[in-house]
């Protein structure tokens, strides 16, 4: 293995997490393997972070178990590149059936409407959504699913995979208190239902933080309810990173009368880094010297 690459923390992990890894024929089973993955184009860190990562390829037949699933995952995210960028995330990833469930999933997912290219998106943000239960995944879609009655989000539509993502990992307890809170900072079902719909990751939000996210929407940069539920990804920046420090290097701008006019808040949270440094803080440097410190500080940089 170390004439491979691997390291000793390398070594280390495979030997504790599949111990008879070292009762292998080297000859008749190891080696081949090495040179099989080499030849598909798994060398160097690749197959080192291959292996690493999910172990049970060592004891795994190749050409039945190990060559199809490569070529099925590389196929259906798109490059080699990655594959290993989700091999490294999963260790579990080469052990999840592909006939039983990848592939179930995949075709519910057309048959629902979702293109190949937001399959392939999704697979890549969250691999673990497309190996789940094909079942689990049916129900959640069905025609009585919190996807399409609870969020108005028909099949075929562009965010109905999103919304099936996120909907697979909250709870109806969740989904219920995250509605209550809302309607605590005054926004009606049709609201939650409608800023949910646009942005179903807000939905994952725990309660405490979108509790403070909305005091200091609301209170604090003087949002109406209604702004906030039409513009939801507000809800998905960083309160300490991004929407406290954005919102204070404005206010210092406003007070020093240097605003040609007033910016609408969510353009001014929508803007890249460096397009907010460009907007506000650059032109700004020489009568606000002390702006850009400020600002950095603040979004603890």
């Known amino acids: 293995m170390k004439t491979h690459g691997f390291s000793d923390a390398q070594i280390n992990k495979i030997v504790s997490g599949y111990p008879k890894c ?31 990562s999910n172990c049970r390829v060592l004891c795994l037949d190749f050409n039945r178990k190990i060559l199809p699933k490569i070529q099925f995952w590389q196929s ?21 059936s592909v006939e039983k469930a990848v592939k ?26 497309v190996t789940r239960r094909p079942q689990a995944l049916a129900e959640a879609a069905s025609p009585a699913s919190r ?7 028909a099949r075929g539509s562009g965010m109905f995979v999103w919304a099936l993502l996120t909907l697979s990992s909250v709870s109806k307890i969740k989904l219920n208190g ?18 949910s719909s646009k942005a179903p990751s807000i939905l994952d939000i725990s ?7 909305m005091e200091f929407l609301l209170k604090e940069a003087e949002c109406e309810p209604v702004y906030v539920a039409q513009r939801p990804l507000l809800l998905m920046y960083s309160l300490e990173k991004r929407l406290i420090p954005r919102y204070e290097v404005v206010k210092i701008l406003r007070s020093r009368g240097l605003l040609d006019r ?26 606000v010297p002390q702006l850009q410190e400020i600002y950095v500080d603040g979004c603890g940089k």
Not at 82 to 90: A, T, V
């Open 76 to 96: 259906l995210l798109g490059s080699r590149e990655q594959l290993i960028k989700n091999l490294k995330r999963s260790n579990s990833f080469i052990a999840d």
């Open 207 to 213: 309660h405490r933080t979108l509790s403070k996210k």
């Open 178 to 195: 995250s509605l209550e809170i809302m309607k605590k900072f005054g926004w009606s079902e049709a609201d939650f239902i409608s800023a």
């Open 147 to 153: 996807v399409e009655n609870e969020m108005g989000i």
């Open 104 to 129: 179930p999933n995949v075709a519910f997912l057309r048959s629902c409407g979702v293109s190949d290219e937001r399959i392939r998106m999704v697979a890549r943000r969250s691999p673990r959504f």
């Open 262 to 287: 007033e910016p609408m808040l969510a353009s001014i949270m929508s803007y890249s880094e460096k397009g907010f440094m460009d907007k506000f803080i650059i032109p700004h440097k020489h009568k």
């Open 22 to 52: 070292l009762a292998i024929n080297l000859d008749k089973t190891l080696a081949p393997k090495f040179r099989a993955l080499n030849e598909i184009g798994f060398s160097g860190s690749d197959l080192t972070d291959l292996i690493s």
